[in-house]
C-alpha cells in the first residue's frame, strides 16, 4: 500500500513562490510515476506535472512550464513542486499521485494513489 500526504499549501500573493512537498511511504517501485495534479473550484482536476520515481526527466503541462519545477529529494523520500511567479489563477487543491505503470501518465484516472490535498490561494 502506498501512502502519500502533501504539505507546504498556503496564502500568498501573486508573484511570490511556493514550495509543495509530496511524502510518500509503502513500497514504491523506480518505474512508478509520481504527478502533480491541481483543481479549481467548480472545475476539472489538471495536470501539472510528473516524475518517475527513480528518475530525474519531468513532464510539465503549457500552463506551468518554466513557473513550476518538480523534483525528487531521496534523502526525504519527496517528490516536490517548486512553484515561481504565482498568478491568481494559480489557486486550486494541489495533489500528488501515484501511476504504477510503466507509461508517464498525465490523465486523472490513470493514476491509482492519491493525497489528501493542499490549498494553494494566490491573492491579486
Known amino acids: 500500500q502506498v501512502e502519500l500526504v502533501e504539505s507546504g499549501g498556503g496564502l500568498v500573493q501573486a508573484g511570490d513562490s511556493l514550495r509543495l512537498s509530496c511524502a510518500a511511504s509503502g513500497r514504491i517501485f523506480g518505474w512508478y510515476t509520481v504527478a502533480w495534479f491541481r483543481q479549481a473550484p467548480g472545475k476539472e482536476r489538471d495536470f501539472i506535472g510528473n516524475?518517475?520515481?527513480?528518475?530525474?526527466?519531468?513532464t510539465y503541462a503549457d500552463s506551468v512550464k518554466g513557473r513550476f519545477t518538480i523534483s525528487r529529494d531521496s534523502a526525504k523520500n519527496t517528490v516536490d513542486l517548486q512553484m515561481n511567479s504565482l498568478k491568481p489563477e494559480d489557486t486550486a487543491v494541489y495533489y500528488c499521485a501515484i501511476n504504477v505503470g510503466l507509461t508517464r501518465s498525465t490523465i486523472v484516472s490513470e493514476y491509482e494513489y492519491w493525497g489528501q490535498g493542499t490549498q494553494v490561494t494566490v491573492s491579486s
Open positions: 516524475i518517475k520515481w527513480g528518475g530525474t526527466t519531468t
